[in-house]
């Protein structure tokens, strides 16, 4: 739709919103297509999805508050934002929860239909926000979003509820007209969304293009906002959430292996997503099984591994728990087995839509026995589909359990991905041992790798036995013997230590040499870098590296660290990289930790760093 008003535009560099309200109120779904139609725009973006913890919590209350962050920009973009500038409250429980995040001098558009006594009383707000003065440091626009969007549907027999579920889309067109988003995509996909209910789908569409339309004639807005295209890279592009990404991955693992994929999961947030894209792809022989519990669907997994897929099992937290006596299983046979975690809170149930980075002693250790697997983890949306793959490498290669870590921030939020070219991708083909004349030794190891064969079970000669009993070296056979025990128990842990071979240079986004270093895994990344382009800008001697393998840790990281006056390991944990990089390489390492179920802003990093940097100590 072009855009025809004479009204001004006002070219800014960035801007960050957030959507703010009930799950009913279509929030996630309004975040998801103002983001397509940003990338669509050519800007460079970032998101944070923020989900209710409760389970169809009543609405209008603080509990059942559903909130959806983008921050996009004509450069580089790393964060959903700090804090935002724009917050698009539709009713007083969103404008309470959200307030404090805001920009000081922010704009609010808020839905004043929702603002009565009973939504009040509901958020536990005791005067009319509006009204008392507390918002006078914020731009405030009200709009009657219930009765705009109600006269616009005139004429056309709809419910009460079903004129609500309309107004996300009236709030839609207006932000789109704001911030000159193209409004086509969306159209579109409500014609593809609602095409068995076309009443629906006409309604929503009339809602978007009231929305629009009243923002282009109203003289609430003087003006608009342009947002230039993004310089990027040249190549095909899509938006992409963290967990589609590994669910591609995964794919794309299948084929480069040539073995059918296997994805056994019971159903948990963060993680359940996964499945649900799995599910679509039964083409490409993607066979997934929703089991009836945590064991149950890695038991699945680990027999799919020994009849000779790849095979995947993904969970959070509270799964991995369950699942960590399975583990040990395939530690043992050593079986290939991927085992994918979207770490959220804990402990516990914890808080389920929220992110988290507490799981990564969890994977290093949590399981009886000496029971090393490697761990590998991803730094943004999009390269979850590159390190799932490579864990999907280290499975096949080393014939191991591996682990993935994500989490809820990397899981759910989103950003540009450039579509890699499917040559470049390695291969992952490993093959599978065949009969010979020789007596078949199930443990007889590769002296590179130390992996020992893949005898796909049905071929003639190669019968072996399996289990959970300590194994003899070479044979195979169960053996109590205490000599024997020690040796497999060092041969294991040392396999996983070998895989430090294959970890590429840790590359320094800094001087090579300096005052303060910056050592992050996971989510942290965007964060940690946007924070230290800050310092370079000004000259200061800090640096960031950014560690993908965590089991076994890159073999020059000790080199890097002390290279360095101080070291700060900024974690959404307790400290928990911070403890092995002290314990391993006796470096007087520095925490920075946050457990409040948020990612880091820059300015937390930003503040952290320049307090070091001043340091006399």
Not at 19 to 29: C, E, V, W, Y
Not at 115 to 120: E, G, H, M, R
Request: hydrophobic share 40%.
């Amino acid at each position: 739709m072009e855009t025809t008003t004479t009204k001004p535009v006002e070219e800014i560099d960035s801007v960050t919103i957030r959507f703010a309200g009930d799950s009913g109120d279509g929030i996630q779904l309004t975040g998801g297509q103002f983001t397509t139609a940003t990338a669509l725009a050519g800007n460079d973006l970032s998101t944070l999805p923020d989900y209710p913890a409760e389970i169809r919590a009543p609405a209008g209350t603080l509990p059942g508050v559903s909130g959806f962050q983008i921050h996009f920009s004509s450069r580089d973009v790393l964060t959903p934002g700090d804090a935002p500038q724009v917050l698009v409250a539709m009713n007083p429980a969103a404008l309470k929860a959200n307030i404090k995040d805001l920009e000081a001098g922010g704009t609010i558009l808020v839905n004043t239909d929702a603002f009565n006594a009973t939504s009040f009383k509901k958020a536990g707000i005791s005067t009319n926000p509006l009204e008392d003065g507390s918002l006078k440091g914020f731009r405030v626009i009200p709009i009657a979003l219930t009765t705009l969007t109600d006269n616009a549907l005139k004429g056309m027999n709809m419910t009460r509820t079903q004129v609500d579920r309309c107004k996300n889309f009236f709030a839609l067109g207006i932000m789109y007209w704001l911030y000159e988003r193209p409004i086509e995509s969306t159209m579109s996909w409500i014609q593809k969304k609602f095409k068995k209910v076309p009443e629906i789908a006409k309604a929503n569409t009339l809602a978007l293009q009231a929305g629009h339309a009243y923002a282009e004639t109203t003289e609430i807005f003087e003006h608009h906002y342009r947002v230039k295209k993004a310089p990027i890279k040249p190549g095909r592009y899509r938006n992409i959430m963290g967990n589609e990404a590994a669910a591609l991955g995964l794919i794309a693992a299948s084929k480069l292996s040539a073995r059918p994929l296997y994805y056994g999961s019971y159903p948990i947030t963060p993680a359940s997503d996964i499945l649900h894209e799995l599910s679509k792809h039964k083409a490409f022989e993607v066979r997934t099984f929703q089991a009836e519990d945590e064991i149950a669907a890695i038991g699945a997994a680990i027999g799919a591994s020994f009849g000779g897929h790849l095979a995947v099992t993904g969970t959070s937290g509270p799964g991995v728990a369950l699942k960590s006596e399975a583990i040990g299983l395939a530690v043992m046979t050593e079986l290939p087995l991927v085992i994918v975690n979207i770490q959220r809170g804990g402990p516990s149930t914890g808080l389920p839509t929220k992110t988290e980075q507490a799981d990564l002693l969890q994977a290093l250790f949590g399981r009886n026995g000496e029971c090393p697997v490697p761990v590998v983890s991803a730094a943004t949306p999009g390269e979850c589909f590159t390190m799932v793959i490579e864990a999907c490498r280290i499975a096949l290669k080393y014939m191991t359990p591996v682990f993935f870590l994500s989490d809820g921030y990397l899981g759910n939020g989103s950003e540009p991905w450039l579509v890699p070219d499917v040559s470049k991708l390695p291969s992952l083909k490993v093959a599978n041992a065949v009969r010979s004349d020789e007596k078949f030794l199930p443990y007889k190891r590769d002296p590179q790798t130390l992996a020992r064969p893949w005898a796909v079970p049905g071929t003639a000669g190669l019968e072996h036995r399996i289990g959970g009993l300590e194994k003899q070296d070479v044979t195979g056979n169960v053996n109590y013997e205490p000599d024997n025990h020690e040796h497999m128990v060092r041969t294991r842990a040392a396999k996983v230590a070998g895989i430090a071979k294959d970890i590429p240079p840790t590359p320094i986004l800094g001087p090579k040499k300096g005052k303060v270093l910056i050592v992050g895994w996971g989510s942290t990344y965007g964060a940690i870098t946007a924070a230290v382009r800050e310092f370079h800008a000004k000259e200061d001697s800090v640096a960031a590296i950014h560690l993908r393998h965590l089991n076994p840790l890159p073999p020059d990281l000790g080199e890097i660290l002390f290279n360095y006056e101080k070291v700060l390991v900024p974690e959404m944990n307790m400290g928990q990289l911070l403890m092995l990089l002290r314990s391993k390489f006796l470096v007087p390492a520095i925490g920075l930790n946050k457990i409040k179920g948020q990612p880091f802003k820059i300015s937390e990093i930003r503040n952290k760093v320049q307090e070091l940097l001043d340091s006399k100590e």
